[in-house]
């Protein structure tokens, strides 16, 4: 199997691995998800029905209003929270939804993770390292 290595930053420390849920949409935390399940409900997300409970989530970044740490914060209350989460672009919603959700956080790759990885590859996050290890699965 073909693994590939990403270097990148820690926003918040900690090892985790399990499988990609991809996308190329921003996600909204307030009136984007139901933190209670981890599903994607926003009507015209690219994800909308699927659960980031238990993934990688792999994501260019957050969008919306404050809310998002909190609803991300109930996610993890509600044990629905990703194990992991891989974003390109940081900003102080997603800084503190990262650190209010507990789970390992990395951005700032020597390559796109949205160009990388796809849903369902394994992926093992080292987020105190920076280090991203992607097992592609097989097509």
Same mark, same amino acid.
């Given at each position: 199997?073909?693994?590939? &290595?990403?270097?990148?930053?820690?926003? /918040?420390?900690?090892?985790?691995?399990? #499988?990609?849920?991809?996308?190329?949409?921003?996600?909204?935390?307030?009136?984007?998800?139901?933190?209670?399940?981890?599903?994607?409900?926003?009507?015209?997300?690219?994800?909308?029905?699927?659960?980031?409970?238990?993934?990688?989530?792999?994501?260019?970044?957050?969008?919306?209003?404050?809310?998002?740490?909190?609803?991300?914060?109930?996610?993890?209350?509600?044990?629905?929270?990703?194990?992991?989460?891989?974003?390109?672009?940081?900003?102080?919603?997603?800084?503190?939804?990262?650190?209010?959700?507990?789970?390992?956080?990395?951005?700032?790759?020597?390559?796109?993770?949205?160009?990388?990885?796809?849903?369902?590859?394994? &992926?093992? /996050?080292?987020?105190?390292?920076?280090?991203? #290890?992607?097992?592609?699965?097989?097509?």
């Amino acid at each position: 199997m073909k693994k590939i &290595v990403l270097r990148g930053r820690k926003v /918040v420390g900690g090892c985790a691995e399990g #499988e990609a849920l991809v996308t190329t949409h921003r996600i909204s935390g307030w009136g984007g998800i139901d933190p209670r399940t981890g599903i994607i409900i926003e009507t015209r997300h690219e994800l909308r029905g699927q659960s980031f409970k238990g993934k990688v989530l792999v994501f260019p970044g957050a969008k919306g209003s404050s809310g998002w740490s909190s609803q991300f914060h109930i996610a993890r209350l509600a044990g629905a929270a990703p194990l992991a989460m891989l974003f390109n672009e940081m900003t102080t919603k997603i800084a503190l939804g990262a650190v209010v959700t507990h789970a390992p956080a990395v951005t700032d790759f020597d390559q796109d993770p949205l160009q990388v990885i796809a849903t369902g590859d394994w &992926v093992r /996050v080292d987020a105190d390292n920076g280090i991203v #290890e992607v097992t592609k699965k097989s097509r």
